[in-house]
């Protein structure tokens, strides 16, 4: 159900990315309002993220959870009715706001069934949703579209309603019970979400994050722009790459479950340095990103593409785990201050990529420092990460 849930979130999401070229000509919009669409996104996302963060840890995520996903898909569907600029920026500070709950409760489920050494792998599973929603949604958008250069908004119909879909079968499924969490032991002293905020290892992750989103939503929401309008490559050809890149992008986020549980295994790693070793790797790959302004068309600049991919996503796995460590009681409240943070610091970044690209006619600069922008977390883990003192 968490696989379905990411799978539609990201459905919902990246249908405005896959239609960019589309919505920037139906609406007569210049690369920088394209970008204030992820702006506006993003900042109701942090909003939402603050909001849903607490209230996963007062409410129950039985019933929580398919509130904000009806909130999301209902506000996926009336994106595809809109007829200007303003309306689908409404529609899409909406749906970032009921988008930001799904992560609280998903991490909240996770730290409830899985022990410590396999949330990672099953954060990776979670995850890993992200993926099949963007494959999926080209595919969805290929079958939708005509000549017509209005036929996107069927699209954003369509995957929206499948949202209501999942909120039956969660009903169907589930047990309010099945989902209590356990009840915290002696031996397991809390510590207060105050000393937690003002903890190193918190703003080793809030610089961790910020390096991450930064990547993964750079190449999410540009990839079109960058490979129709800056590479020349045909509409179809495009989509066609869009699925092929977030396959690569599942394999790299399963691999980082796997991986990690085999570094736990065969060296004897601690579950959270093996979450550090993962994390660095995808980072390389991430890098590879400084090669794109050599690289026309061709396959050396698909394939660099998909290992970029590859390592975007493997980050995200390592990232709620480390979350997790931070605090038994706080799972929700710190998801949500963590994505708040990030959303409202990196959301920026779209409006200034778009202005960047209006001024230089290119998209290779800003892909190239997104690239880099992981290694932010590694020397943030190395500077700032303390060993926890509460067991979890």
């Given at each position: 159900m968490l696989l379905l849930a990411t799978t539609i979130n990201y459905m919902d999401r990246v249908t405005l990315a896959t239609a960019s070229v589309r919505v920037t000509q139906e609406f007569g919009l210049s690369e920088q309002q394209y970008g204030?669409?992820?702006?506006?996104?993003?900042?109701?996302?942090?909003?939402?993220?603050?909001?849903?963060?607490?209230?996963?840890?007062?409410?129950?995520?039985?019933?929580?959870?398919?509130?904000?996903?009806?909130?999301?898909?209902?506000?996926?569907?009336?994106?595809?009715?809109?007829?200007?600029?303003?309306?689908?920026?409404?529609?899409?500070?909406?749906?970032?706001?009921?988008?930001?709950?799904?992560?609280?409760?998903?991490?909240?489920?996770?730290?409830?069934?899985?022990?410590?050494?396999?949330?990672?792998?099953?954060?990776?599973?979670?995850?890993?949703?992200?993926?099949?929603?963007?494959?999926?949604?080209?595919?969805?958008?290929?079958?939708?579209?005509?000549?017509?250069?209005?036929?996107?908004?069927?699209?954003?119909?369509?995957?929206?309603?499948?949202?209501?879909?999942?909120?039956?079968?969660?009903?169907?499924?589930?047990?309010?019970?099945?989902?209590?969490?356990?009840?915290?032991?002696?031996?397991?002293?809390?510590?207060?979400?105050?000393?937690?905020?003002?903890?190193?290892?918190?703003?080793?992750?809030?610089?961790?994050?910020?390096?991450?989103?930064?990547?993964?939503?750079?190449?999410?929401?540009?990839?079109?722009?960058?490979?129709?309008?800056?590479?020349?490559?045909?509409?179809?050809?495009?989509?066609?790459?869009?699925?092929?890149?977030?396959?690569?992008?599942?394999?790299?986020?399963?691999?980082?479950?796997?991986?990690?549980?085999?570094?736990?295994?065969?060296f004897s790693l601690s579950a959270h340095d093996s979450r550090r070793w993962v994390y660095a790797v995808a980072c390389g790959l991430t890098s590879l990103s400084v090669a794109l302004p050599w690289l026309g068309q061709g396959w050396a600049l698909l394939g660099v593409l998909l290992l970029i991919g590859a390592g975007a996503l493997a980050l995200f796995p390592c990232y709620y785990s480390f979350v997790q460590e931070l605090s038994a009681q706080h799972v929700g409240r710190l998801t949500g201050l963590l994505s708040c943070w990030v959303w409202a610091v990196t959301s920026p970044l779209h409006s200034l990529f778009g202005w960047v690209a209006d001024k230089t006619g290119s998209y290779d600069l800003g892909l190239v420092i997104a690239g880099l922008a992981p290694w932010i977390g590694v020397m943030a883990m190395r500077m700032l990460w303390q060993p926890q003192r509460q067991a979890i």
């Amino acid at each position: 159900m968490l696989l379905l849930a990411t799978t539609i979130n990201y459905m919902d999401r990246v249908t405005l990315a896959t239609a960019s070229v589309r919505v920037t000509q139906e609406f007569g919009l210049s690369e920088q309002q394209y970008g204030n669409l992820e702006l506006v996104f993003g900042w109701a996302f942090a909003v939402g993220s603050l909001v849903f963060g607490f209230l996963a840890d007062r409410l129950k995520v039985y019933w929580l959870y398919p509130c904000v996903l009806a909130g999301w898909s209902f506000m996926g569907m009336i994106s595809g009715w809109t007829q200007d600029y303003t309306g689908m920026l409404l529609c899409r500070l909406l749906l970032g706001f009921f988008e930001a709950g799904h992560w609280p409760c998903a991490l909240k489920t996770t730290f409830v069934l899985l022990s410590e050494k396999d949330r990672t792998m099953g954060n990776s599973v979670l995850q890993s949703g992200a993926s099949i929603g963007a494959i999926i949604t080209p595919q969805v958008m290929k079958l939708l579209l005509t000549d017509d250069l209005g036929s996107w908004r069927s699209a954003f119909v369509v995957v929206g309603g499948t949202g209501l879909l999942w909120v039956a079968l969660w009903f169907v499924m589930l047990r309010p019970r099945d989902l209590d969490a356990p009840k915290p032991t002696a031996q397991a002293p809390s510590l207060t979400l105050c000393s937690i905020l003002t903890s190193r290892s918190f703003w080793a992750l809030a610089l961790l994050i910020t390096g991450t989103q930064t990547v993964w939503h750079m190449y999410r929401v540009w990839m079109m722009k960058f490979l129709q309008t800056g590479r020349g490559y045909a509409e179809s050809e495009a989509l066609n790459f869009n699925s092929i890149y977030f396959i690569a992008t599942d394999v790299g986020c399963l691999l980082a479950g796997f991986v990690s549980l085999w570094l736990i295994r065969q060296f004897s790693l601690s579950a959270h340095d093996s979450r550090r070793w993962v994390y660095a790797v995808a980072c390389g790959l991430t890098s590879l990103s400084v090669a794109l302004p050599w690289l026309g068309q061709g396959w050396a600049l698909l394939g660099v593409l998909l290992l970029i991919g590859a390592g975007a996503l493997a980050l995200f796995p390592c990232y709620y785990s480390f979350v997790q460590e931070l605090s038994a009681q706080h799972v929700g409240r710190l998801t949500g201050l963590l994505s708040c943070w990030v959303w409202a610091v990196t959301s920026p970044l779209h409006s200034l990529f778009g202005w960047v690209a209006d001024k230089t006619g290119s998209y290779d600069l800003g892909l190239v420092i997104a690239g880099l922008a992981p290694w932010i977390g590694v020397m943030a883990m190395r500077m700032l990460w303390q060993p926890q003192r509460q067991a979890i």
